[in-house]
């Protein structure tokens, strides 16, 4: 079995910067493309930035230039750097891994989110 654990959420002012982290463990042999989305109550989930298993990075427009999506795969896990945050950035971010277990199955899986609000 897998897991995800998300971390680094919280309260931050407009222009700040926050770090969200997100881990994998369990059984894994291979993680692929690691991503970063983010839902408002009420709306859709949004793609917010991707990073492959060769380190190919690509975001959401809204997102270009302020965040970095990084990985670190001794560790399994992947980290987003937020930038200049704006009061729209304000979401539950949730950290979404496709992955190859053990048995060498191709399965994909979600953390749980965690609460960034930007407000002064």
């Known amino acids: 079995q897998v897991q995800l654990a998300e971390s680094g959420g919280g309260l931050v002012q407009p222009g700040g910067s926050l770090r969200l982290s997100c881990a994998a463990s369990?059984?894994?042999?291979?993680?692929?493309?690691m991503n970063w989305y983010r839902q408002v109550p009420g709306k859709e989930r949004e793609f917010v930035a991707r990073?492959?298993?060769?380190?190919?990075?690509r975001y959401a427009n809204s997102t270009q230039g302020r965040f970095r999506i990084f990985r670190d795969n001794a560790k399994n896990t992947v980290y987003l750097r937020m930038n200049s945050l704006k009061p729209e950035d304000t979401a539950v971010y949730h950290c979404?891994?496709?992955?190859?277990?053990?048995?060498?199955?191709?399965?994909?899986?979600w953390g749980q989110g965690a609460l960034v609000t930007v407000s002064s």
């Open positions: 979404n891994i496709h992955y190859m277990d053990r048995t060498y199955r191709n399965l994909e899986l």
């Open positions: 369990g059984s894994i042999f291979r993680i692929d493309e």
């Open positions: 990073i492959g298993s060769d380190g190919t990075t």
